[in-house]
């Protein structure tokens, strides 16, 4: 568990992670997208690189299943690296816990549309990368995996963690094109309502 003290080994953006979005990024929030224009934002569709802390301390947006707020921008997809410290088999399904050492996380595995059991790929202690959905099961957050890799190289699960640092810092804590237009267009027909009064 992070400490709410800042630390010199923490990055800025987890140290505060327990203070509300609206209040850390106020410039997003005040240009919020509608959300018909969700799908224009380009990390809505693509796997955003992030720490199981970051998705663990999302929170869905609007009421839509399957949209997430990072940093006031909607995610529905994620990929992280860490080991799998825990294994559930079942027919239907197989559940891998995640821990990238900033949390733990499970990741869901279905079975495939003929019905047959999913193929078990990996052992506990192994380094993996996942990529899937976001949702939540009975109020935790978790992924349900489509892709998902054996890294034989420990090495990638720093290398995972200065980039989502890196992209959080640069792309995912600033609003998107989308969001600055949505802003303007707001502003634009508050002028037009006052105009035509």
């Not at 693509?46 to 707020?69: P, Q």
């Not at 990072?70 to 410290?85: D, K, Q």
């Not at 197989?94 to 900033?102: A, F, K, L, N, Q």
């Amino acid at each position: 568990r992070v400490s709410s003290s800042p630390s010199l080994f923490v990055p800025f953006h987890i140290q505060y992670a327990h203070s509300s979005p609206e209040r850390r990024h106020p410039k997003i929030f005040r240009g919020k997208m509608e959300i018909q224009s969700w799908g224009l934002d380009p990390i809505f569709w693509s796997f955003t690189k992030l720490t199981v802390h970051d998705i663990l301390h999302m929170a869905e947006m609007a009421n839509v299943r399957g949209a997430f707020s990072l940093h006031g921008r909607p995610v529905s997809r994620a990929e992280i690296v860490g080991y799998i410290v825990e294994l559930v088999i079942k027919h239907n399904r197989i559940t891998y816990s995640v821990d990238d050492g900033s949390g733990v996380i499970s990741c869901t595995q279905f079975a495939k549309p003929n019905g047959s059991q999913p193929e078990c790929k990996g052992k506990l202690g192994e380094t993996c990368r996942i990529r899937g959905l976001l949702s939540k099961y009975r109020g935790n957050m978790e992924i349900r995996i489509f892709d998902f890799y054996i890294e034989k190289d420990p090495n990638q699960q720093t290398l995972h963690w200065l980039e989502a640092f890196q992209a959080s810092v640069e792309i995912y804590q600033h609003p998107s094109v989308i969001q600055l237009e949505c802003k303007r267009n707001a502003s634009q027909n508050q002028g037009i309502k006052k105009l035509s009064k």
